[in-house]
């Protein structure tokens, strides 16, 4: 149980367009998902939290308009990154929280975005 | 705001060899404390936790980490390591119930045969 999915796996795209990162609880409600950038041979930086049915919180630093995140539903939760650039390049990965299970984090597969 | 510290971002083993991940936290309240492994190009996966409670902390294959207050550390111990123990090590802290995961750097461990 407590399976996170994301997809796609890896993208691709020209510099200027947007790009839209889906992460999925398939086995269980999130009350909260949690959105997180590594970058190669680095920690994860935790980019924002959202809750379903409210907006988004971001951490200091990250841009709400860059990187904006729904979370529609209490099984998905999407992060679109607007007008990309080759600075967004990196590593996203999702993560989940349910309330049953509290203190813990279910973690995606990651997404690798490349911005050329 | 919470912070973790782990030193020597690469760590190289002999098969069989004891590995000793040393993760040092800084939390204003009473922390979470975490390990996680993660396999290239892939997400986290929990390796152990300790939130309350007995201060060693027993995960899967006899990997095991200690709390220790006083030293503010939670320091993980693999005591014979195998080829498919080879991946990134993060220990992260969370302050209380806020859930929000603050992660160290990381270690590489890389198992000699």
């Known amino acids: 149980g407590a399976v996170v999915s994301q997809h796609p796996s890896r993208v691709i795209c020209k510099s200027g367009t947007s790009v839209k990162i889906e992460c999925r609880s398939l086995d269980f409600q999130a009350t909260t998902m949690f959105w997180y950038r590594q970058f190669p041979k680095k920690s994860l930086m935790l980019m924002a939290t959202?809750?379903?049915?409210?907006?988004?919180?971001?951490e200091q630093g990250v841009e709400k308009d860059k990187f904006l995140i729904n979370h529609a539903s209490l099984t998905l939760s999407t992060l679109t990154v607007t007008s990309a650039h080759p600075e967004d390049s990196s590593f996203y990965i999702c993560?989940?929280?349910?309330?049953?299970?509290?203190?813990?984090?279910?973690f995606g597969p990651g997404t690798r975005l490349t911005v050329l | 705001a919470q912070s973790v510290t782990q030193l020597g971002s690469h760590v190289s083993v002999s098969e069989g060899a004891l590995v000793l991940l040393r993760c040092n936290y800084s939390s204003s309240v009473p922390p979470y404390l975490f390990w996680y492994v993660q396999y290239p190009n892939q997400g986290l996966q929990l390796l152990l936790k300790y939130t309350t409670g007995a201060t060693l902390v027993k995960g899967i294959n006899g990997f095991e980490a200690e709390f220790k207050k006083s030293e503010t550390s939670f320091h993980l111990t693999i005591p014979s390591a195998h080829m498919s123990d080879a991946a990134e090590y993060f220990c992260a802290v969370s302050e209380g119930g806020n859930n929000r995961l603050a992660f160290g750097k990381g270690n590489q461990v890389v198992v000699i045969p």
């Open positions: 993560s989940a929280r349910t309330s049953g299970r509290w203190n813990e984090q279910f």
């Open positions: 959202s809750n379903e049915g409210s907006k988004a919180t971001y």
